[in-house]
């Protein structure tokens, strides 16, 4: 493929979101960089979101690596060149969804403008499945080639997993979303006192940019919509048949309630670390206060784990299961919430006991959820327009076929959707 020869031609990005939004937001403007032959800025990070982070790109990402490993496709640069800075510019927020002839025609900006402003929450159309094959592969080389973390967060990150194979070998890596954002903008109170769930609709009653201000917590459960609680947790995890023994390190920020909520969990596996139990406080000190670059120690931990189990489907656990996926399909077993609802309620109700049936319901529920190589899904049936790219699975949740190598004989329909 032949790299963007646009030096006269500029694109700057503002990325917006958590980390692993700014990462496919920032390997996909690489990719629209190509298709519109135009030079990429290095992206500007959002330091007034939610997460409060002032870290830039260059404290989060390798920035020379980054640079260095795209200039066959797209030429980056750190910064506009100084005589463009006061220059007329494009400001375009380009529409989500949009596919190769969205950004093909979006080259007309040239006739007029030097430099285009983008906003990156860019989301390509037709576009998880049906994009050449060469930018497919360039945003995979983007994500998991290029965009590596910085310096300083790889070696700790390498350190903590070596402290983790230390203690035991083999890990999981659990990404325990019962964080007081996640449970209040899903409205998901099951399990809570009263207090709590107060103080969980008034979050979200407050938070602008959430736009859903009432929800109703038992029909978000029942549809599969709400993280596991650390009490499901602990039965799913003794269910699929993992000793009280497992090494299971939580990747996650701070768990609303604390030990509280966590102590059923921890009665069932009490080998849970954390990264203040393998990290020094002085190793830790540079991360306070910078959540997007402790979400990366998280990542890294989670890559080199033996097995990950995401309790929701947020941005963090789709990047790492691709990411898993890319590297061998690495194990990573996806709870089915929505089924396992139905089956903690009967153990509730006293239906249903914690026995050898239903730790035959749980495992053969899960025989397929397990991160075996299986084709992307496609949209739902039924669903027109450009609503129906909404519904088809994210390509950096699962890069297959485009930037896996592999028999078709390996290749399972996912039977558990």
Known sequence: MPASQGSDRYITVKSNGGLNQMRTGISDMVAVAHIMNATLVIPQLDRRSFWQDS?????????LHFIKALQGDVRIVRELPKELESIPRARKHFTSWSGMGYYQEMTQLWK????????????FT???????????????????????????IEILGKKLVERLRSRGGRYIALHLRYEK???????????LTDAESEELRIMRENTNHWKVKVINSTEQRMSGLCPLTPKEVGIFLQALGFPPSTLIYIAAGEIYGGNTHLSELMSRFPNLVFKENLATKEELKAFTNHASQSAALDYIISIESDVFIP??????????????????HRKTITP?????????????????????????????????????PRKRRGPLPGIKGRARFR?????????????????KAHIEQDKSI
């Open 391 to 407: 519904t088809e699975e994210s390509f950096y949740e699962n890069p297959y076929p485009e930037c896996i190598c592999g028999p």
């Open 336 to 372: 089915d919430r929505k089924g396992l609802v139905k089956l903690f309620d009967r153990l509730e109700s006293g239906k249903l006991r914690e026995g050898p049936p239903f730790l035959y319901l749980v495992q053969e529920m899960h025989k397929n959820w397990q991160g075996a």
């Open 311 to 328: 309790t929701h489907s947020g941005n963090m656990a789709r990047a790492v299961e691709g990411h898993r996926r890319f590297l061998g």
């Open 55 to 63: 870290s830039k790109f260059s404290d989060i990402f390798d920035e």
């Open 126 to 152: 037709s576009c998880n499945n049906d994009l050449p094959l060469d930018i497919q592969r360039l945003r995979c080389r983007a994500l998991y080639h290029a965009l590596h973390f910085s310096p300083p």
């Open 181 to 191: 954002d996640m449970l209040s903008f899903t409205g998901c109170t099951y399990g």
């Open 112 to 123: 007029d403008y030097q430099v285009c402003n983008s906003c990156c929450k860019i989301r």
